[in-house]
């Protein structure tokens, strides 16, 4: 890719607005917030149109010159695919039928590879040898594949309940991988200690800038997919540590700069479980940050996130599109995951179906319209998850008897 040029110019701390060099690694600013990546969008403007954003192959590398990736040899790539859209034409609930952005076919089967495709190639770009997360298991698995890659040794910290496929594909990449009695803040503060006596970079969610540039691209694709200038109304986004709905919304922002997209942004709905949903009640009562949700589970283990360093920039999000954030239980998610697949033959993981879970509960509540233009987040695929057993069988011994098997008697 000759024509590669990133137009990234600083690094700005999100909560002081202080800026910082893009040319050295960054973990969090001083003040101990994320940074985010700035970039010269005028030159942007002036040097790349839509057309030419068009005229690429369909993937995450498209964007480049709004990402912050400096040279082409320096990202890492499994063919990050633009995740195709699918209408769920027979399980909408008598509204236009709801869009899912189907995220389960990235690598690694989750959308964690955009942002650890991001974070990596960045890393790589810096020489960084060694690297360390706390992982419910999609964040580690995407970490690893991307590390092994290009040779980065990589170590996982995972809550003892992480579900098994996590912990074994991460084995298998090749990472370093510990189940940890502990939740998933006790696995970060084993990263953090870390760094100093193990000499690794620390990936945790929102404390190097460069993931949130890789799930921005989410709001790229889907303008891009929509035609530009005619967004989704609401977009269902399943939240945990909140970097893809904190980069959608700053993807919104840079294309509204650049002229790429015009009209009203879509409104953000930020969806948890309700057995862990400290967003939700911070949204609730009005306040800017969310306090740690105590005894946090749920069977959606990608948003089993009781804090969120980001919840600020989540909140704000939310409230300036206009959306609100919603908690639904985990029998509401395991009785979506099973009408939209028998009704339409998609497989949701628990966090995707969680999504479609807020999307019925906010028809019934009319907190949205049934001629909105719906966007559910599928984040993971929902193969990786378990399934209820289904364990008929026939004996080829004896006569079939199509009649009770067609009653489903045997
Ligand atoms: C990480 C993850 C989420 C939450 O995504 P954030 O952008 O960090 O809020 C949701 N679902 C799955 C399957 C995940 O792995």
Request: aromatic letters at 8%; hydrophobic letters at 45%.
């Given at each position: 890719?000759?024509d590669?040029?990133?137009?990234?110019?600083?690094?700005?701390?999100?909560?002081?607005?202080?800026?910082?060099?893009?040319d050295?690694?960054?973990?969090?600013?001083?003040?101990?917030?994320?940074?985010l990546v700035?970039?010269?969008?005028?030159?942007?403007?002036?040097?790349?149109?839509?057309?030419?954003?068009?005229a690429?192959?369909?993937?995450?590398?498209?964007?480049?010159?709004?990402?912050?990736?400096?040279?082409?040899?320096h990202?890492i790539?499994?063919?990050?695919?633009?995740?195709?859209?699918?209408?769920?034409?027979?399980s909408?609930?008598?509204?236009?039928?709801?869009?899912v952005?189907?995220?389960?076919?990235?690598?690694t089967?989750?959308?964690?590879?955009r942002?650890?495709?991001?974070?990596?190639?960045?890393?790589?770009?810096?020489?960084?040898?060694r690297v360390a997360?706390?992982?419910?298991?999609?964040?580690?698995?995407?970490?690893v594949?991307y590390?092994?890659?290009?040779?980065i040794?990589?170590?996982?910290?995972c809550?003892?309940d992480?579900?098994e496929?996590?912990?074994?594909?991460?084995?298998?990449?090749?990472?370093?991988?510990?189940?940890?009695?502990?939740l998933?803040?006790?696995?970060?503060?084993?990263?953090?200690?870390?760094?100093?006596?193990?000499?690794?970079?620390?990936?945790?969610?929102?404390?190097?800038?460069?993931r949130?540039?890789?799930?921005?691209?989410?709001?790229?694709?889907?303008?891009l997919?929509?035609?530009?200038?005619?967004?989704?109304?609401?977009?269902?986004?399943?939240t945990?540590?909140?970097?893809?709905l904190?980069?959608?919304w700053?993807?919104?922002?840079e294309m509204?700069?650049?002229?790429?997209?015009?009209?009203?942004l879509?409104?953000?709905?930020a969806?948890?479980?309700?057995?862990?949903?400290?967003?939700?009640k911070a949204?609730d009562?009005g306040?800017?940050h969310?306090?740690l949700?105590?005894?946090?589970?749920?069977?959606?283990?990608?948003?089993?996130?009781?804090?969120?360093?980001?919840?600020?920039?989540?909140?704000?999000?939310?409230r300036?599109?206009?959306?609100f954030?919603?908690?639904?239980?985990?029998?509401?998610?395991?009785a979506?995951?099973?009408?939209?697949?028998?009704?339409?033959?998609?497989?949701?993981?628990?966090?995707?179906?969680a999504t479609?879970a807020?999307?019925?509960?906010?028809?019934?509540?009319?907190?949205i319209?049934?001629?909105d233009?719906?966007?559910?987040?599928?984040?993971?695929?929902?193969?990786k998850?378990?399934m209820?057993?289904?364990?008929?069988?026939?004996?080829?011994?004896k006569?079939?008897?199509?009649?009770a098997?067609?009653?489903g008697?045997?």
């Amino acid at each position: 890719m000759s024509d590669w040029r990133s137009y990234a110019t600083h690094l700005e701390c999100s909560a002081t607005g202080d800026t910082f060099p893009i040319d050295r690694l960054q973990g969090l600013s001083p003040a101990g917030k994320p940074l985010l990546v700035r970039y010269d969008l005028d030159a942007v403007k002036k040097n790349v149109s839509r057309d030419t954003i068009l005229a690429r192959s369909a993937d995450m590398w498209r964007w480049r010159e709004l990402l912050p990736v400096r040279e082409a040899r320096h990202a890492i790539s499994l063919g990050e695919i633009e995740t195709p859209l699918i209408a769920l034409e027979r399980s909408k609930h008598g509204s236009a039928a709801p869009i899912v952005k189907d995220e389960g076919r990235l690598p690694t089967g989750s959308f964690k590879a955009r942002g650890l495709c991001m974070a990596m190639s960045m890393a790589h770009g810096f020489g960084v040898k060694r690297v360390a997360i706390p992982t419910n298991g999609n964040a580690g698995a995407a970490m690893v594949a991307y590390a092994s890659r290009v040779g980065i040794e990589s170590f996982c910290f995972c809550p003892e309940d992480t579900p098994e496929v996590n912990v074994r594909e991460i084995a298998l990449q090749g990472g370093r991988v510990w189940r940890v009695n502990g939740l998933i803040n006790d696995c970060g503060k084993i990263v953090r200690e870390g760094v100093e006596a193990a000499g690794w970079f620390d990936i945790s969610t929102l404390k190097e800038p460069y993931r949130i540039e890789g799930k921005k691209t989410m709001g790229l694709e889907l303008a891009l997919q929509f035609g530009f200038d005619n967004l989704p109304d609401v977009v269902f986004y399943p939240t945990g540590g909140g970097t893809g709905l904190i980069g959608m919304w700053k993807a919104w922002q840079e294309m509204q700069q650049l002229g790429w997209i015009k009209g009203k942004l879509p409104r953000l709905v930020a969806v948890q479980a309700d057995t862990c949903a400290p967003i939700v009640k911070a949204y609730d009562e009005g306040k800017t940050h969310a306090e740690l949700w105590p005894n946090a589970h749920t069977i959606a283990s990608g948003i089993r996130v009781p804090a969120a360093l980001g919840d600020f920039l989540i909140l704000d999000a939310v409230r300036k599109s206009g959306g609100f954030a919603a908690a639904v239980s985990d029998k509401q998610i395991e009785a979506a995951v099973t009408r939209v697949a028998q009704e339409d033959g998609l497989l949701l993981c628990p966090e995707g179906a969680a999504t479609y879970a807020a999307y019925a509960d906010a028809l019934a509540q009319k907190k949205i319209a049934p001629t909105d233009k719906v966007v559910l987040f599928n984040c993971a695929s929902g193969l990786k998850y378990p399934m209820p057993p289904a364990d008929a069988r026939l004996d080829i011994t004896k006569p079939i008897d199509y009649a009770a098997l067609l009653a489903g008697r045997i």
